[in-house]
C-alpha cells in the first residue's frame, strides 16, 4: 500500500527558505489521478491546504501563501517536495503531506505522520 | 475563500451516546464535503466523502449527511476510540478549507 514520509529540518531560521520532501512508497508518484498535496497545523489549531501538485506537474497554491510556496515533483526519486520562503514564526507547524484521489471521490486518503518545524533564530 | 465553521467546538459524551457535529459552509457548496478524524499527535485519517459515503473500512457507527451549506456528521454510539478532533472540509472551491474541528472527549 501506498505510504508517505516527510523529511527536512526541524528548524528554520526566520526570513530562510523551509524546504521539505515527501517520499513516496508503495505505488509510482506518476501514475493515477492523484494530486500531492501539503498541508500543515499550527499547534493547538486547525488544518490549512498550502497547496497540491499533479502527476502532470500543475500546481495550485493557496492565495495566502501563493508568493512564497513552490511545489514540485521528482519523479525519478518517486517523491514531491514543498519550499516556503521568507517564513516567519507564523509558519511554525506540524507539515503534512497527503495524496488527493479525484477518481470517484475527491478526497485526502492517504496522509504522511507529520513532520514538526519551528521557525526561531 | 470558502469559509467553514463547525460545532460545537468541544463535547464530552458518555460511552454508548449517540454525538452529532454540525458544519456549515459560508455558500453551496453541493455535497463536495469530507470528514477527517484526527487522533491526538496523528495525521488526520478520511472517514466520510461526499458528504455520506463511508471511506473503506471505517466503522458504520460512522455517518454524515447534508448538502448545500448544511452538514451533519454523526456517530451513533459513542467508543473510547472514538476520542479525536473532527474536521469537515469542502472541496468545492480551491483553496480547499477545513471547518476548526470539533474535540470530542469521554465523559
Redesign the interface.
Known amino acids: 500500500q501506498v505510504q508517505l514520509q516527510e523529511s527536512g529540518p526541524g528548524l528554520v531560521r526566520p526570513s530562510q527558505t523551509l524546504s521539505l520532501t515527501c517520499i513516496v512508497s508503495g505505488g509510482s508518484i506518476s501514475s493515477g489521478s492523484y494530486y500531492w498535496i501539503w498541508v500543515r497545523q499550527p499547534a493547538g489549531k ?4 498550502i497547496g497540491r501538485i499533479y502527476t502532470s506537474g500543475s500546481t ?5 501563501l501563493e508568493s512564497r510556496v513552490t511545489i514540485s515533483l521528482d519523479t525519478s526519486k518517486n517523491q514531491f517536495s514543498l519550499k516556503l520562503s521568507s517564513v516567519t514564526a507564523a509558519d511554525t507547524a506540524v507539515y ?1 503531506c ?1 495524496r488527493e484521489v479525484v477518481v470517484g ?5 492517504i ?4 513532520t514538526m518545524v519551528t521557525v526561531s533564530s | ?1 470558502i469559509q467553514m465553521t463547525q460545532s460545537p467546538s468541544s463535547l464530552s459524551a458518555s460511552v454508548g451516546d449517540r454525538v452529532t457535529i454540525a458544519c456549515q459552509a459560508s455558500q453551496d457548496i453541493s455535497n ?1 464535503l ?1 470528514w ?1 478524524q484526527q487522533k491526538p499527535g ?5 472517514l466520510i ?2 458528504a455520506s ?1 463511508l ?1 473503506t473500512g471505517v466503522p458504520s457507527r460512522f455517518s454524515g449527511s447534508g448538502s448545500g451549506t448544511d452538514f451533519t456528521f454523526t456517530i451513533s454510539s459513542l467508543q473510547p476510540e472514538d476520542i479525536a478532533t473532527y ?1 469537515c ?1 469542502q ?1 468545492d472551491n ?8 470539533t474535540k470530542v472527549g469521554i465523559k
Do not use: R, V
Not at chain 1, 60 to 64: H, I, T, V
Not at chain 2, 42 to 46: G, R
Open positions: 486547525g488544518l490549512e491546504w495550485n497554491y493557496n492565495p495566502s503534512y497527503a471521490l475527491d478526497a485526502f486518503d496522509w504522511g505522520q507529520g | 475563500d463536495y469530507n477527517y496523528k495525521a488526520p485519517t478520511l466523502f461526499d459515503n471511506e474536521y472540509q472541496f480551491l483553496p480547499f478549507t477545513f471547518g476548526p474541528g
